[in-house]
């Protein structure tokens, strides 16, 4: 007996969380006779942009040429699915009107441009979706997971909410690390020598926003008489 709904998670809506979408997009759109979806989004951030925010500098660049991004498939991947037309990174750039005469489809553009095309995607994605779905995003962190006697899955949300889904789709991407031993001999170390080199800086949880992680470093072209200075200070 076929089921009226089935339900869909997604942890996660960072590049690879909105490729996910995509695909359950491209099959929901030219599916038949299927059941009713109920799609759960669950992200604590801009949707789609992940580690690609929208506010970083645009001298932070992405290290592909923006025709060779797109987040659609085309007939050039095999046993794709049924196909979603869609710009790619380039496509929608020029529809913006962001290039200028400069930058062509094989230019390196900001990373923030690509944060914004991704949560461009989202929005498309989703209204096509919403005709043949119930998609309901949950602006927050999934803090706990549990599969059920019945091979479903319990996600329990910051605030005390949960989510139940039949099938869960994990795209959490980019994630904070837990200091190590090492981590902390390092963290000691900057510490301790701070007061002779106050640029020394360690970054342990995630490199991400760079541009914020970075911002100690100073535009100096001589630091290393500042370094000695602060050197014969301490003496």
Partial sequence: MQRDTLSIAIVGLGPRGINVLERITAHASYGTNAPRLQLHLIDPGVPGTGIHHPDQPDYLLLNTVASQITMFMDKTIENAGPLLPGPSLYEWAAGTQYLDSSMGSNSY???????????????????????Y??????PCEAVDLQ??????FTITLTGGGSVAADYLFLTTGHTENHPDR????????VASHHDINHFLHYVVASPYPIDQQLRDIPPSPDISSDMKKAAENRL
Avoid: A, I, M, T
Avoid at 112 to 130: A, C, I, K, S
Avoid at 133 to 138: A, G, I, M, T, Y
């Fill in 147 to 152: 599969r059920n006697s019945n091979n479903g």
């Fill in 182 to 189: 090492l981590d902390r001999e390092r963290e000691d170390f």
């Fill in 109 to 131: 553009l900001p990373r923030r441009l690509f944060g914004e095309y991704l949560n461009w995607v989202f929005h498309y994605l989703v209204l096509r979706l919403e005709r």
């Fill in 133 to 138: 779905c119930d998609v309901h995003l949950h």
